[in-house]
């Protein structure tokens, strides 16, 4: 069975930093693109980027770049997405979901999501 | 960037009707690389259709997927209590993108 199981809560200041965990189990961690989207409160989803497990290769939309970085460690099957200079309309809840290359690309397994506050 | 635009915004319906969701690209998207979503308050989002027209594992086949080109539909034959939700469009271009969503809500 495919799970992937993220990090609790977190509450954070403006400027700061954030850093979310996506472990993962059931399937061949680095056979799969690890992708991160973002949902703002009442808001639709916002995609944010990609890793390769097997490479470390990532690519990340426009908005995002020099702000976020999306790491793995194999040896653990998990995959992070730090988010830096945060501010208040990066409070969302954050999201991992593995790409299925068969499947169009599509995203058919996601965590549970990671809820990112950020408030002075 | 293709941008997704998805209409109507909102569809007010009551069970046993028939849903029909449009979702609109900027530009071309393969047939392969459009899938739709649904979501449910306090869930992550939940796949239900691949490649314009697949239904994912688990999808009940009253959920169909049609279009191509730039023009995408989403149709729910006949409406059960647990299809009020939101549903959202997804392309993969060179990235990825959302439409912004439909909410199916009873009437």
């Known amino acids: 069975q495919v799970h992937l199981v993220q990090s609790g809560a977190e509450v954070k200041k403006p400027g700061a930093s954030v850093k979310v965990s996506c472990k993962t189990s059931g399937y061949s961690f680095t056979g799969y693109d690890m992708h991160w989207v973002r949902q703002a409160p009442g808001q639709g989803l916002e995609w944010m980027g990609w890793i390769k497990p097997n490479s470390g290769d990532t690519n990340f939309a426009q908005k995002f770049q020099g702000r976020v970085t999306m790491t793995r460690d194999t040896s653990i099957s998990t995959a992070y997405m730090e988010l830096t200079s945060l501010r208040s309309d990066d409070t969302a809840m954050y999201y991992c979901?593995?790409?299925?290359?068969?499947?169009?690309?599509?995203?058919?397994?996601w965590g549970q999501g990671t809820q990112v506050t950020v408030s002075s | 960037e293709i941008v997704l635009t998805q209409s109507p915004g909102t569809l007010s319906l009551s069970p046993g009707e028939r849903a029909t969701l449009s979702c609109r690209a900027s530009q071309s998207v393969s047939s392969s690389y459009l899938a739709w979503y649904q979501q449910k308050p306090g869930q992550a989002p939940r796949l239900l259709i691949y490649?314009?027209?697949s239904r994912a594992t688990g999808t009940p086949d009253r959920f169909s997927g049609s279009g191509s080109g730039t023009d995408f539909t989403l149709t729910i034959s006949r409406l059960e209590p647990e299809d009020f939700a939101v549903y959202y469009c997804?392309?993969?271009?060179?990235?990825?993108?959302f439409g912004q969503g439909t909410k199916v809500e009873f009437k």
């Open positions: 490649g314009a027209f």
């Open positions: 979901a593995r790409v299925a290359v068969l499947r169009g690309r599509s995203f058919d397994y």
């Open positions: 997804q392309q993969y271009g060179s990235l990825w993108t």
